[in-house]
């Protein structure tokens, strides 16, 4: 089984490989370190950033290899998956104009595909982060939480042995918000907890430790911007599909938003096609 980490030369690219680097550590997968040519990247700044994956890679015990592809990037990575099983690619974002971080990117189009691996788009707040990466945050919608996000989760709190935090968000309007007695609020977190229980119990069986907050708010990526701006968390995990959808006409998707403004290291894990 590979994990994949796309490579551009670029010191996002870079800190995306060290992710995928104690994913695949984990679990004992090969770390495929990809390129696809293109007249935007340099082949020596791509050649010296899968150098500096390898020699990480040999601390981990880890086996890389290199894979350099040719023709339109999307179509060129899909036509390698489906000949290939991957757990997990790993693509970092670049930082482009008018605060668009997928528009037209290589991220966005892996994004809408149908992929028979999972996708971990990586923004890169802080390089050194991923040297010291001991608090992880997963914020979700009440009790929201898939399975393969989960794992995902675990997995990479685990490659980090890092603490976690679920923050679960109930959405209200501010009539609402205002009406809400604290009595009111605190059962309806309580049910929440008794939902994410089993999550609870499969961390701690992993000897992870887990807290669940919750935050009651009308504003979903300003609520998660307040929140991380308030502790200290090196890593944020969100669901690709949680913030995927326009917030309005010739505005940002939230998604874009809350990767522009982000002060952490954030993933954007879109899972595998099931079919």
């Not at 551009?8 to 104690?22: H, I």
């Not at 603490?163 to 501010?174: M, N, P, Q, V």
Request: with cysteine; charged share 25%.
């Amino acid at each position: 089984m590979k994990v994949i980490a796309a490579i551009n030369g670029l010191v996002s690219s870079d800190v995306a490989a060290l992710y995928a680097l104690r994913y695949a550590a984990l679990f004992d997968y090969t770390l495929c370190l990809l390129h696809v040519e293109n007249h935007t990247d340099r082949k020596e700044e791509v050649e010296m950033s899968m150098a500096t994956a390898e020699e990480a890679a040999s601390h981990y015990g880890v086996k890389t290899e290199r894979v350099f592809l040719i023709g339109k990037p999307d179509k060129a990575i899909v036509e390698y998956l489906a000949l290939h099983r991957t757990d997990t690619i790993f693509c970092s974002t670049r930082v482009r104009t008018k605060k668009r971080f997928f528009q037209n990117s290589l991220s966005e189009k892996l994004s809408r595909l149908s992929l028979p691996a999972n996708l971990a788009i990586v923004r890169v707040a802080h390089v050194n982060a991923v040297f010291a990466t001991d608090s992880i945050l997963l914020p979700i919608r009440e009790d929201r939480l898939s399975a393969q996000k989960f794992a995902f989760f675990g997995s990479i709190a685990k490659a980090f042995a890092a603490a976690t935090e679920i923050y679960s968000i109930h959405l209200t309007d501010r009539r609402r918000l205002a009406a809400i007695d604290t009595h009111t609020a605190k059962i309806h977190f309580q049910k929440i907890n008794t939902r994410l229980s089993h999550y609870v119990n499969t961390m701690k069986l992993l000897d992870i430790p887990l807290t669940i907050k919750h935050a009651l708010t009308g504003e979903e990526v300003d609520q998660i911007l307040h929140h991380l701006a308030r502790h200290d968390f090196q890593l944020m995990i969100i669901g690709g599909r949680m913030l995927s959808s326009f917030s309005g006409f010739f505005r940002e998707k939230p998604i874009e938003r809350l990767f522009w403004h982000t002060p952490v290291n954030t993933i954007a894990f879109y899972a595998r096609d099931k079919k």
